[in-house]
């Protein structure tokens, strides 16, 4: 116990800080920007039916029948709550504020929650639990600022480079962040596609890719050797958080971390949790940072800064010490038994108590990362035309389902690809609305645009079925917009009378 509560420098866990700061600014600013589509009570999400669905969801500071600028208010809050912990002026306050709003935000659209919120609201989470703000802090430049001589900036900077912290919380949280790695790395070799080597291919081909069309046929031997990369080197990941120093391994392993990191960000949807895991190596490599330049000569004041324990250590270790023991459990029912086509992926949360445990007091985890590419390795194109009695024009389908994450994880339910549990009459319903509300969305912004149908082009991404060649038509809709109002009717409606 000594050990994990030894003092360590303060500045590595600034430096993560500001990194992971900066990081939820972007996040909360982007959820800002989409709060008309995903928030608002006329988006594309019925919240009312949603917290239908999901009881557990109605844990939020959202209820359904909020007006807008609520939503809106919260993230703008969220926005400055995320600069506060930039300049490191009362950065815990901030973070529990921003935590509050993670989580109720991913409650709020829980059909379009996925990895970046997971990873998201923990880190604000341990923002909250961390030893953070005693460097790199805006009350500190100000001060030294006011002196306006550069002896008060040198003695700031040797404060910064000399001050300690109690090292309970940020040994928790790399034990929090080996966590994923090697949950989501052991999972992988679960799954068919990552040891044949055509996960990471298919991956690219989905929707959730950035240049899903750039992939062909001939990146497929490279693809192979970097799939069966990442499938070795995420679990030794691990290894990053008990090396020591200057390991060798430990350099070589960081540099393929953040490889690993930044080629999903380049590639793939989903740049938030990735960059924050990012900034969380400023801590292991704590030791490196200080010995680089950041602390100055003389003796360490580490080894004689008290060690110091409270609640939020407690904390620390209590969270670390549930969510492994909800991995395990999870590993045991779950394990070589993925959910099938048109089968929720994300299991009844009740079954798992830890689990429901942790929902309950805001913490959504799982961990269980891109193990599901077998069975959800789905391509979907779209097909949007105005019909006429004259001429049919092609629109372009991005007005009518855009392509952000999140607005593909609501698509995702046309085709019955669905990721929370629902029985065959919800998923119907959900589906409905969700094109309905679509087909509104359209004929506000194109009033008087007639008569639209919409088809979507699906298929399985497969080992034998990379170049896509087997898409199958499937009908969506057809609405008329006439004065900014759509009349939607879908293909198993009856005829209406003549």
């Known amino acids: 116990m000594h050990t994990l509560a030894a003092p360590m420098h303060a500045l590595p866990l600034d430096v993560m800080r500001v990194l992971a700061g900066g990081v939820l600014f972007f996040y909360f600013l982007n959820a800002l920007r989409q709060a008309g589509d995903f928030s608002d009570s006329d988006g594309l999400i019925d919240h009312r039916l949603s917290s239908r ?18 939503f809106r208010a919260v993230q703008v809050g969220a926005c400055v709550a995320s600069l506060l912990v930039i300049v490191g002026y009362h950065p815990r306050p901030a973070a529990a504020y921003l935590f509050a709003a993670a989580v109720s935000t991913y409650r709020w659209n829980a059909l379009v929650a996925y990895l970046d919120d997971s990873i998201v ?12 703000g005693s460097t790199l802090n805006l009350p500190d430049l ?17 404060d910064w480079s000399t001050a300690t912290v109690p090292g309970t919380a940020p040994r928790a949280f790399m ?28 991956a690219l081909k989905m929707p959730i890719a950035r240049a899903p069309g ?20 995420e679990p030794l990941f691990v290894l990053i958080f008990v090396l020591p120093a200057n390991s060798p ?71 670390v010490a549930l969510l492994a023991i909800m991995s395990v459990w999870q590993a045991t029912r779950a394990w070589l038994q993925l959910p099938g086509p048109g089968q929720p992926y994300s299991s009844n949360r009740w079954a798992n108590p830890v689990r429901a445990l942790l929902w309950l007091v805001g913490i959504f985890q799982s961990y269980r990362l891109f193990d599901w590419v077998d069975a959800r390795n789905y391509h979907v194109r ?20 855009p392509d952000s994450m999140r607005h593909l994880l609501l698509q995702s339910y046309f085709i019955d690809n669905i990721w929370l549990q629902m029985g065959a009459e919800e998923r119907e319903a959900v589906r409905r609305s969700l094109l309905e509300r679509h087909a509104r969305r359209f004929a506000r912004a194109h009033p008087d645009a007639g008569e639209i149908e919409a088809v979507a082009v699906v298929q399985r991404i497969t080992p034998d079925n990379l170049e896509l060649t087997r898409g199958e038509e499937l009908p969506l809709m057809r609405f008329t917009c006439a004065g900014g109002r759509a009349e939607v009717r879908f293909p198993d409606d009856p005829d209406p009378p003549t």
């Open 53 to 70: 669905l999901f009881p557990p969801t109605r844990i939020s500071l959202f209820q359904p029948g909020m007006p807008g600028w609520i």
């Open 214 to 233: 750039f992939w062909t046929i001939r990146h497929r031997t490279f693809l192979r050797l970097v799939t069966h990369a990442a499938l070795i080197l």
């Open 249 to 319: 391994a430990k350099w070589a392993l960081l540099a393929a971390a953040i490889v690993f990191h930044a080629g999903i960000i380049a590639t793939l949807k989903i740049p938030y949790s990735n960059a924050l895991m990012l900034a969380a190596f400023a801590i292991p490599f704590a030791p490196e940072l200080m010995q680089g330049g950041l602390q100055p000569a003389g003796p360490a004041s580490i080894a004689t800064a008290a060690p110091g324990n409270g609640p939020a250590a407690a904390a620390a270790i209590t969270l």
């Open 175 to 202: 034990a929090n962040m080996a966590l994923i790695y090697l949950v989501a790395g052991l999972y992988k070799f679960s799954s068919p596609m990552w040891r044949g080597g055509s996960a990471l291919h298919a």
């Open 382 to 401: 779209y097909e949007v035309w105005k019909l006429s009695s004259q001429r049919t024009e092609r629109v372009e389908p991005r007005t009518l389902f």
């Open 121 to 132: 609201h923990v880190f604000c989470l341990w923002l909250l639990l961390l030893p953070i």
């Open 142 to 158: 100000l001060d030294a600022g006011a002196a306006t001589t550069a002896a008060a900036w040198t003695a700031a900077i040797a």
